[in-house]
């Protein structure tokens, strides 16, 4: 049953689809529907992963192969988290494995930091995709505010297990659900933000960004720009009992 519908079959008044009163009944309904019923007592990266894997939280499981949970050690300095799984995620269970993933690895290594030290994570743990014209490719699609909010439990546990010194938001999903609605990623990129989650936090652009380059010349500067911003992550780790 929708969501909506499970929220004012309690009701004995059927709101009108554009009235406030819907409006309201649905903000309620995002609101309810999440994992946080599921995160296991005293929760490891094991346990979380393992109940992870059957999520139901949103209807995004129906159509990813599998739920794709951060991945690193749980002693890792850094913490990035991007969108969502994409489409080699989803058939590996791995997040950042497919292009974007080699480009990250690619800028971590230019910086120097130890793929070691780091965790990947999304804020979102399944694929969400339509097919393409011919029915041959699966899309990448944006998640959706309910889809974020249904999954953000995970991240909340990955990070309360993990305690990062440093995180970095890849992109305007993550920067926007992590930090706030209007945080603008191409305004502050590269900047320390305020925030609770972690002793340093950044935002930067997400890699997947770069490969939609269409020439040469703007994929290498915006590669530089992106190697720049992970060079103050660099930076950071290298202070003395900061974050070593
Ligand atoms: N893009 C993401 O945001 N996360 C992945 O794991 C892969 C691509």
Request: with cysteine; hydrophobic share 40%; glycine share 6%.
């Amino acid at each position: 049953m929708p969501l909506i519908a499970v929220a004012y079959k309690k009701k004995t008044v059927k709101p009108e689809a554009s009235s406030q009163a819907w409006r309201a009944m649905k903000r309620e309904a995002l609101k309810t529907v999440t994992a946080a019923p599921l995160i296991p007592p005293h929760p490891t990266l094991r346990t979380l992963r393992e109940t992870a894997a059957t999520c139901k939280a949103c209807d995004l499981w129906k159509t990813g192969t599998q739920t794709v949970f951060g991945e690193g050690s749980q002693h890792a300095s850094v913490m990035f988290v991007g969108e969502q799984p994409g489409d080699r995620e989803d058939l590996a269970g791995r997040p950042f494995v497919g292009p974007a993933g080699k480009l990250l690895d690619q800028a971590l290594a230019q910086v120097g930091i130890d793929r070691r030290n780091v965790y990947v994570t999304n804020v979102v743990k399944h694929f969400k995709w339509v097919p393409d014209e011919r029915g041959k490719r699966r899309i990448h699609k944006k998640p959706r505010y309910s889809e974020i909010n249904a999954c953000r439990p995970w991240l909340d546990a990955e990070l309360a297990v993990v305690k990062p010194q440093i995180l970095v938001c890849l992109g305007a999903t993550a920067a926007q659900a992590l930090l706030r609605k209007e945080f603008s990623v191409s305004r502050r990129r590269g900047e320390l933000v305020e925030s609770e989650l972690a002793p340093y936090v950044m935002a930067t652009v997400h890699p997947s960004s770069i490969l939609r380059a269409t020439d040469h010349e703007s994929r290498r500067q915006q590669m530089e720009s992106f190697v720049a911003d992970l060079r103050k992550v660099a930076h950071l780790l290298q202070k003395p009992g900061k974050a070593a």
